[in-house]
């Protein structure tokens, strides 16, 4: 039986059907807030997880932009030694990089929203379930106080109306979030002869401003 349908015999069950059951109902209540405490240890190992995640991510980012500028400081190169298959490939090379780090960066945002997001709601989750602790002592203490009195008294009238709301709601929608990820970047490794003649008209039409800019004694920012 799982923990949210012991509860709600636990809150809706005559307090003597309790008493003649096999487990003891404070055993079933001290069980309800173990397990979420338990939930909520999964979903700070989880927060934990994306948090490596931006690090790895950041760290891949500044790699990029050192590639591209080194890429491009090449193209740059190749173009005064009149090495115009090396500044094709110069070039090539940098633009590929450059979509890596558009990709990147997108993906990096949306793991710090997530991130946000999780940090609020964990800490929603750890306040409920503190109030799931506070809430489960003063049960249990009316479990013991209660035993033996009138065989259809209902739990209801007997603990004043106290209840729990289960937090595991949140942490299921937490974790759907996360997905484990091993892979932060993809290219794509075939070209149709379309596009790769258009890639080609745009990297002749960056050398024509390259040299341009190194005739004027600059270079493409």
């Not at 059951?21 to 404070?26: F, L, N, V």
């Not at 050192?66 to 190749?78: G, N, T």
């Not at 793991?111 to 602790?133: C, G, I, P, Y």
Request: glycine share 4%; no cysteine; charged share 45%.
């Amino acid at each position: 039986m799982g923990f949210k349908k012991r509860l709600n015999v636990l809150l809706k069950s005559q307090f003597n059907h309790w008493v003649t059951r096999a487990e003891d109902p404070e055993k079933i209540v001290n069980q309800v807030v173990q397990e979420m405490e338990e939930g909520l240890d999964r979903a700070r190992e989880k927060l934990l997880v994306l948090k490596s995640r931006l690090v790895e991510e950041e760290r891949l980012l500044g790699n990029l932009r050192e590639q591209i500028s080194h890429w491009q400081k090449r193209a740059e190169e190749f173009l005064k030694d009149d090495m115009e298959e090396n500044v094709k490939d110069a070039v090539r090379r940098r633009r590929i990089l450059e979509e890596e780090e558009r990709k990147l960066k997108i993906k990096h945002g949306e793991d710090k929203d997530k991130f946000k997001e999780m940090e609020t709601s964990l800490k929603e989750l750890e306040s409920r379930v503190q109030t799931a602790k506070v809430r489960r002592n003063i049960l249990v203490k009316n479990i013991r106080l209660r035993k033996g009195v009138m065989e259809r008294l209902k739990v209801g009238e007997e603990v004043g109306g106290v209840d729990f709301e289960e937090p595991f709601s949140v942490l299921r929608k937490m974790e759907d979030r996360v997905e484990d990820e091993t892979e932060f970047i993809s290219l794509k490794s075939v070209k149709e002869k379309e596009a790769w003649e258009k890639e080609e008209k745009l990297i002749n039409e960056e050398i024509e401003i390259l040299k341009r800019n190194i005739g004027r004694g600059g270079s493409k920012k």
